[in-house]
Structures are given as C-alpha cells and as structure tokens.
C-alpha cells in the first residue's frame, strides 16, 4: 500500500524553526519528485518546495533562503526544514509524490494526509 505521513509540526514562535519529515511506505521514494505544499484556511494549496528524482530543488520564492528541501534514501523519508518562521507560513503542509516537480497540486500521484504548523507568539 502507497503511503506518505507527515510529521514534525505544530506551533512555533515567529523566527524559530520546525524541521518537517514525510515518510514513504509501500513505494521508493527516490524514484518520485516529491513536493511540499500548504494551504491556510480560505486560501488554495500552493507549492512551497520540490526535490525531483535527480535531486535538483525548488523553492517558492516565498520561502528562498528560509526553508531547505532535503532526502535520505536510506531511511525513504523526505524532510523540509523551516528556518525563520513566519506567521504567513501558518497552514496545513502536505507532501506529495509525482513524476516531475511542479506547482500545479493535481499533477501529484499520492499525498500524504497532512500536519498543521502554526507561526505565533
């Protein structure tokens, strides 16, 4: 069985920094692009960042210098670190899994279930 599950959020004060995982089940991870997204409430999913199957990154220019995509193979898990946290960074964060990097959401194959983050003093 596909799998993607998230980990690592909850609340953190603006400026700190929160390092989210998104383990990979019944699949190799490696093989996919794997994209992180979030949505705040009444607002669409956005990308935030990618990691293709060749391991070249992208980074919404929202988050450039701030966050940091990174993969280990070995343990098929995919983290995003959060550094200088905002409170516009609040929302829901997902990972997903396609074939190439992109920021159109429903180019993904399979999504993990989500995790909150909260940026608030």
């Known amino acids: 069985q596909v799998q993607l599950v998230e980990s690592g959020g909850g609340l953190v004060q603006p400026g700190g920094s929160l390092r989210l995982s998104c383990a990979a089940s019944?699949?190799?991870?490696?093989?996919?692009?794997i994209g992180w997204f979030r949505q705040a409430p009444g607002k669409e999913r956005e990308g935030v960042s990618c990691?293709?199957?060749?391991?070249?990154?992208y980074y919404a220019d929202s988050v450039k210098g701030r966050f940091t995509i990174s993969r280990d193979n070995a343990k098929n898990t995919e983290y995003l670190q959060m550094n200088k946290m905002k409170p516009e960074d609040t929302a829901i964060y997902y990972c997903?899994?396609?074939?190439?990097?992109?920021?159109?959401?429903?180019?993904?194959?399979?999504w993990g279930q989500g995790i909150q983050v909260t940026v608030s003093s």
């Open positions: 997903g899994a396609g074939w190439l990097c992109t920021a159109v959401a429903g180019a993904y194959e399979h």
């Open positions: 019944g699949f190799t991870l490696g093989y996919y692009a």
């Open positions: 990691i293709s199957r060749n391991g070249t990154t």
